[in-house]
């Protein structure tokens, strides 16, 4: 899937995630997620992963992801990264 | 079913928290809740949140907006995570049938049963008062409906001046045509918060007309409801 523009979806408020997606000259999907420090080092390693796998089912290939979490729920981290490309396309 | 709490349909914090106030149903508002800008991630949001909740004995509802604003889309997106009934607003003989179509290609599209998801008409219109029979004969998909007593007096073409007689025939009618079909009629929201023996005073006469139960727009008003109307 090819992005021609920046998507945002999701809010900086509590239980929310905020993601930003834009195309990228790099191959792959690179990921920059930022939130709580103690959420991080507990979940960093599952919400990343839980973004790349929604951005690979939802066909993106070149992409910068940028998520800032505030305690979201997976639900609200895959519908948001969803929605921020459906607004990228 | 007495009591149904409206949740804001893209809230995150609000969807975790939706049935903790002990409401027979909770209903996720895609309409007036959500900016025209978030309807799209509110879809997805409801899509994803509804197959992930363990919702437990709650009733799961969505209200979509108006068939001729975006309800089409509610359904098919929204729809995806199987509600047990969706809450159509401006409900009349047009957009009825529209929806009804809608929600039986959703079934069809992810191997729903047929006729498994409901529809909860609101009826906020002169014209849909006063065809309220013919309404809910048009459907089988019908499992209640709600009576927005605001639009109906804005449709009416009158101010609201407070006084529950201003509504007093078409609250009957619809209590009473909901009677004869053999479904809830579920009275209208109570906005003014902060007025309690006001709402408190107004579920008690929606239950005297034959109302099965009360729309509410605060978790804070639930026990009140359930109350009343048990």
Redesign the interface.
Same mark, same amino acid.
């Given at each position: 899937m090819k992005l021609n523009k920046t998507g945002e /979806? $999701?809010a900086a408020?509590? $239980? #929310?995630i905020l993601v930003t997606v834009a195309p990228s000259e790099e191959p792959g999907i690179q990921i920059e997620l930022s939130g709580k420090s103690v959420i991080l080092k507990q979940f960093g390693r599952q919400i990343r992963e839980l973004i790349q796998k929604t951005a690979e089912e939802n066909g993106l290939e070149n992409a910068r992801i940028c998520a800032k979490d505030n305690g %979201?729920? #997976?639900?609200?981290i895959? /519908? =948001?990264v =969803? %929605?921020a490309i459906? =607004?990228a396309v | 079913m007495k009591s149904i709490l409206l949740i804001n349909g893209n809230d995150p914090k609000a969807l975790l928290n939706s049935t903790l106030y002990g409401a027979d149903a909770v209903a996720y508002d895609l309409h007036e809740a959500v900016s025209a800008n978030d309807k799209d991630a509110a879809r997805l949001l409801l899509q994803e949140a509804l197959a992930f909740f363990d919702f437990g004995d709650s009733g799961v509802f969505v209200r979509v907006n108006p068939m001729s604003e975006g309800g089409d889309k509610d359904i098919a997106v929204a729809g995806k995570g199987k509600p047990q009934a969706f809450i159509l607003p401006c409900a009349d003989a047009q957009s009825l049938p529209q929806a009804d179509a809608a929600v039986s290609a959703l079934e069809a599209a992810n191997g729903f049963a047929a006729g498994s998801i409901k529809l909860i008409p609101t009826v906020e219109s002169v014209a849909a008062v006063e065809n309220i029979g013919a309404l809910l004969a048009s459907c089988p998909r019908i499992m209640a409906v709600i009576f927005n007593a605001e639009n109906f007096l804005k449709d009416l073409g009158v101010a609201e001046t407070g006084d529950a007689s201003q509504i007093l025939y078409a609250r009957s009618k619809v209590a009473l045509a909901c009677r004869a079909a053999g479904i809830p009629a579920i009275d209208r929201p109570w906005k003014d918060l902060k007025n309690r023996d006001g709402f408190e005073a107004d579920a008690r006469n929606g239950k005297a007309l034959g109302f099965s139960g009360k729309l509410a727009v605060s978790g804070g008003q639930v026990p009140s409801i359930n109350e009343i109307f048990a």
């Open positions: /979806a $999701g408020e509590s $239980g #929310d %979201a729920l #997976d639900c609200t895959k /519908a =948001r =969803r %929605a459906q =607004r | -």
